[in-house]
Structures are given as C-alpha cells and as structure tokens.
C-alpha cells in the first residue's frame, strides 16, 4: 500500500512539471552511466571522422605518396602517423576515408535490413493466426542459418561489390527485426490500454499503428544500434574474404586487412591499425546500444 | 423498458487438453436508463467475464457465449463486428479496474480523449481537443488543456481513471459499464469517483452496471443488486431489501465479513469459511454447498432455481426473510 502511494505521490509531482516524459527519464539515466559515455564518444568520434574524413586527411586516400618496395614498407613516421600501404598509399588517410565506408555500408544495410524486418513484423504481430504463422516459419528459417555464413551465400549469388555485401547484411537482419518486432506486438495486444481502446470503439488499424507500434519500439531502437556494430564487422568480413568492391582504390577496413596479409612479416603494423578501426567502431556501437538497454528498460527504473 | 436486456447468458472457455470452464452460467439481469444494477462477488465469480461478453470484448478463439444480450432492442451476440465496433463508445462503454495499466504509456492522454471523438463523432482533430479539455474538466481535472498534453505517467491514479471515464464518457453513451472501478485507488479518490458515476447517472439517465465486490460501494449506489457466485446469479434484490435481510447464505456471509460502524466495537468479523476453489459444479448440486453453514442433504444432490419475486435467490434452505421497514 505504502508504495503504491508513494508512486501515486511521486506521479503527481512530476505531473507539475518537474519531471519529464520517459524519454527524458532514459536520458538522464543515460547521461550518468559511463560506458555509455564512452560509447557515445566512441561513436561520435566515428561518425565525425566519418563525415570530415576528406578535411581530416592530410593526403589522398588514393595516389601513391612515398617509395614502397615489398621488402621494405616505411612504418609510421612524423610525416605519415601509420606509415604506408603496400602501394605506397597514407595508411592513416585510408584509415580515416574507411571510417567513411564503414559508416555508408553499415547505416545503408541498418536502414534496409530494418525496414524489411519491421514490415513482416508489423504483418505477423498485426494479424495473428495464418499470415503469423507464415511469416515466422519463414524467419526461422533464416535463423536457423549462421548469420555470416549467410551473408556470404546472398553475397556471392549477387556478385560482389559493396551493394552486394550492403543487399547480404541487411537480408541476415530481416528476420531478426521481424521476430522483434512481432514478439513485441503480441506482447502488447494483451494489454490493457488495446482492450480499453479496443472498448470505445477504435478502429483495428488505429490501434496497431497508434497504440501497438508505438509501445513496440523501444527494443527496435536498441536492436538498431546493435546491429550497426554487427555490420560493421561483417561488412569487414565480407570484405576480408574478398566478397566487397574489386576496385582495390577504396579504403575499405575489412579489405585493407585482408591485403596485408601478404606483408604481415614486413609490415605487422598495417594489420593493427584496420583492425583496431573496426574494433573501436563496432565497441562503440555495442555499448551505447547495450547502454540505451539500459536505460529504457523499466527493470532498471529508479 | 429496459435498455439493455441480458438472458440466459453462459461464457465458457474452451482450450484443448483442458477441460472447459463455464464461468459465467445462465445469468439473467436487465437495466433501466438511470439505473444502477450493481453485479457483486468474490473473484473469479464470473462479474467480469459477464462485463466483457456485454461489450463484446472477450476474444472470439476459444470462448463460446451463448444466450442472449439486447442493447435497445439490438442482439449483439449475433451483430456483425464493426456495427458492434460502431456501439461501443458511442453508445455503451466500459470503465476498466486499473487505470494504471488500462491507458497507453506512450500516447498523450489529449489523443487517447480526443481518438473517441474523432472516430464516432467525426470533429476534427481541434474541435475534438476542445471537447476532451471540456469533458476533462467535466470529471473534475483541473487544468484540462495541460493535462491533454500529458502523458499518463505524469497523473496520479485518480486522474487517470478520471481521463478514462471521460473518454468514456465523450459520446454520452447509454450504458456504462464500471468493471471495479475504484479497486486500485485508495479510499478518498474511491469516494470521489463514485461521487463522479452517480451524479452522471442522475444527470444523464445513464443505465450504470457496476461491478464490484465492495459492498459499500453497493450500498452507496445501486437500485438493483445481483449477487453471483461460481457464475450464475444466487440473489438478487434491491439494495434496501439485501442489506436490511439478505436470504441466501452467500450474501450473508459476505455482508458479516465487511466491518460496521452500526455494530458493538468488540464483535468479531465472521469469513466465510473456504475459499471460492472449494466449489462444486453446479451439474452436481449447490456450488456455494461446500463453504455454507445452512447447508442440508439437498444441496449436494440438485442445483436449486432461481426462485421469488422481486427479492429471488438461488438457495435450499435460505435465511429467514425479516420484516423491512422502509
């Protein structure tokens, strides 16, 4: 009794202004936790690098700029911060150009793998029975299968190149959005508020889409965020086996790794810098995604 | 003449590999515009299951209700789904136990208010506004044009379920149906919101079923009084007649188990011994058998009728009436 009161208490104030809404309660969450202060910073750092990346970069990520021999690969230097590529190229302005890539291939396979997710989740979650049961068989389906084994497949069918490997990313997550998705709604379906929209008489398609989504997506958000990170490793990885763009021009993390490897005796430090880009931006991802968790999830309320 | 007119209704639940459960079993019971008809039992009596078939809102897998359900002259058991989408708000709603739980987290209440209006009223998104700030303001919150921008976690208990009888409310329904309204708010907003029902029914002529299992809440408010247990209705009589001389054993129990103010201070509460699981099916003899003191051989072998006048009950060996003085 005495802690209902208390919430009753506690609602009312905040109903005079003090408080806010639950976005804003998530926020303040957010703000004092300090993984995903690093998180954020992390990704900020990607996304502004990204972004600046042909400003930041003190040479083209394209044109030889130094004498390179296979034998001998100039390490880092004052002039060049990583030193320089098998062909002679800045490795920190490839570096910074990939950020670039990176962020393209993963957003754009995010953007796409969501949408199809979200609308076979919408189709199942909104009408049950037999469209339900179709569309879940089918992503099961597709789970049953390794996620990067099967981007590799739809890869290769397409022919590579980087629509290729954004097409392969974004297939492997629609059936993890629309299982999301769909356990979400039916979720709420049960609750009381539909059964109280349900009782005054408002329409099925307005309390799908008005009611049931909007108190589905807070999982969605999180899900996204996280699945930036997957991308950005498998599109590395894709790329590492040879899977991304054949036009060796491009800076791309995964592919830079994977065209170190001849020199990996000589020139050790050309496999660090790729990889350690990928590490940083896919950790960045995860722990503001694993933060947000966090934050929105009512467990976690104080 | 009655608005809506309930008979013989029976709600059971089917699952397969279980055996079926009946929980609502041949009620009976009609309301009068301006009326109040209270529905009172335990938990699990079936008042609830009784509200939802009204409505129309149980689901349609699974659960079989038979009988028969006349809105004005109207069968909804046999109305097609959207005419009976198209009654409810506009001319029968239904108020839940938990506002808490019962309006959209993420949804400002001025768009759970307004959403009624705009669908059987058809206003515009601006009159609609104007006409949720008026009708909040008509179930006593204050600063209705705040409120509407808020979001539900941002009003007490009491407002919520305010905000919901006021969507409720918005199209001047015919029938209202109060499921437990007042269980999740403590006592003076209880009395504030049951204030807010009776004087709707006075000033509207509202047909008010109200169902609760807190007999001061009956005796505040109802004209008529169905007691139910295990599903089917035991008594039923008008308000005056139940509290001064309840007949059936079930009634009598729950009404010594509540404390009075008009008895010595030191006299003890009596329970009624059991629990609603220690049941028999009615197939079998009186459900209520098992936890009754007036029990006798009979009620184990035959289910008694509903049987009398305007003062009915369902019961073998009843308690004598006494005389009512009104």
């Not at chain 1, 959005?177 to 059964?195: E, H, I, K, P, T």
């Not at chain 2, 709600?11 to 301006?34: I, K, L, N």
């Not at chain 2, 028969?68 to 789904?81: K, R, V």
């Amino acid at each position: 009794m005495s802690l209902s009161q208390a919430e009753v208490v506690l609602a009312g104030d905040s109903g005079d202004g003090a408080g806010g809404s639950l976005g804003r309660d998530a926020w303040r969450r957010l703000r004092r936790n300090p993984v995903a202060i690093a998180g954020a910073i992390l990704v900020f750092l990607f996304v502004a690098v990204a972004l600046l990346a042909p400003w930041l970069a003190p040479f083209p990520p394209d044109k030889p700029v130094g004498q390179v021999t296979p034998t001998s690969i100039p390490g880092p230097s004052a002039e060049h911060w990583f030193g320089l590529d098998d062909l002679g190229r800045d490795e920190f302005t490839r570096i910074l150009w990939g950020a670039r890539w990176s962020l393209v291939i993963g957003v754009v396979s995010l953007l796409l793998g969501m949408t199809g997710g979200l609308l076979l989740g919408l189709l199942a979650g909104a009408f049950g029975g037999v469209v339900d049961t179709v569309v879940m068989r089918f992503v099961d389906m597709v789970l049953a299968i390794p996620g990067l084994l099967f981007a590799i497949g739809v890869a290769a069918m397409l022919g590579s190149g980087l629509e290729a490997v954004m097409i392969a990313i974004a297939v492997v997550n629609v059936p993890i959005f629309a299982r999301l998705l769909r356990g979400q709604m039916l979720a709420q379906r049960q609750s009381d508020y539909v059964l109280a929209a349900t009782s005054v008489g408002v329409r099925r398609r307005r309390i799908v889409l008005g009611h049931i989504l909007p108190n589905s997506l807070t999982p969605v958000i999180v899900q996204g965020t996280l699945t930036l990170a997957t991308a950005i490793v498998d599109a590395a990885g894709l790329a590492f086996l040879g899977l991304s763009s054949n036009d060796p021009s491009i800076p791309e993390w995964g592919r830079m790794l994977a065209d170190t490897q001849r020199y990996l005796s000589s020139a050790p430090l050309l496999a660090v810098f790729p990889g350690l880009a990928i590490i940083f931006a896919a950790l960045g991802f995860t722990l503001l995604g694993e933060s947000l968790r966090e934050a929105l999830d009512p467990k976690y309320r104080r | 003449m009655s608005l809506l007119k309930v008979e013989e209704l029976s709600v059971v639940f089917r699952q397969r590999g279980r055996e079926d459960v009946r929980a609502v079993d041949g009620v009976s019971f009609s309301v009068a515009p301006g009326e109040t008809v209270g529905l009172v039992g335990e938990s699990g009596c079936g008042k609830s299951v009784t509200s939802l078939a009204v409505m129309g809102l149980l689901p349609r897998r699974g659960v079989l209700v038979e009988g028969s359900i006349a809105f004005d002259g109207t069968e909804l058991l046999t109305l097609p789904a959207d005419k009976l989408r198209t009654l409810r708000g506009r001319d029968m709603a239904i108020v839940f136990q938990d506002p808490m739980s019962s309006l959209n987290p993420v949804v400002p209440i001025g768009v759970q208010v307004t959403e009624v209006l705009v669908r059987h009223r058809g206003l515009s998104s601006g009159e609609a506004r104007a006409e949720a700030a008026e009708l909040l303001r008509r179930v006593g919150i204050p600063d209705p044009a705040r409120r509407l921008r808020e979001y539900p976690h941002q009003l007490s208990g009491g407002m919520r379920q305010r905000a919901l009888i006021a969507a409720a409310l918005a199209c001047s329904p015919r029938l209202l149906i109060a499921d437990e309204p007042t269980t999740a708010l403590d006592v003076t907003i209880q009395a504030q919101i049951l204030e807010l029902l009776k004087g709707l029914v006075a000033d509207t002529g509202t047909a008010l079923v109200l169902i609760t299992h807190d007999l001061g809440v009956v005796a505040g408010m109802c004209d008529t009084v169905h007691v139910m247990y295990s599903g089917r209705i035991v008594e039923r009589a008008s308000r005056h007649e139940l509290f001064a001389s309840p007949r059936h054993p079930y009634t009598a129990g729950l009404l010594a188990s509540v404390p009075r103010l008009d008895r010595p201070r030191g006299e003890r509460l009596e329970p009624i011994q059991g629990s609603p699981r220690d049941t028999l099916p009615w197939s079998r003899g009186c459900a209520f058998a098992p936890r009754c003191r007036n029990r006798v051989d009979e009620c184990a072998r035959a289910a008694p009728e509903l049987h009398g006048g305007s003062h009915s009950l369902r019961c073998f060996n009843p308690i004598e009436a006494k005389a009512v003085n009104r």
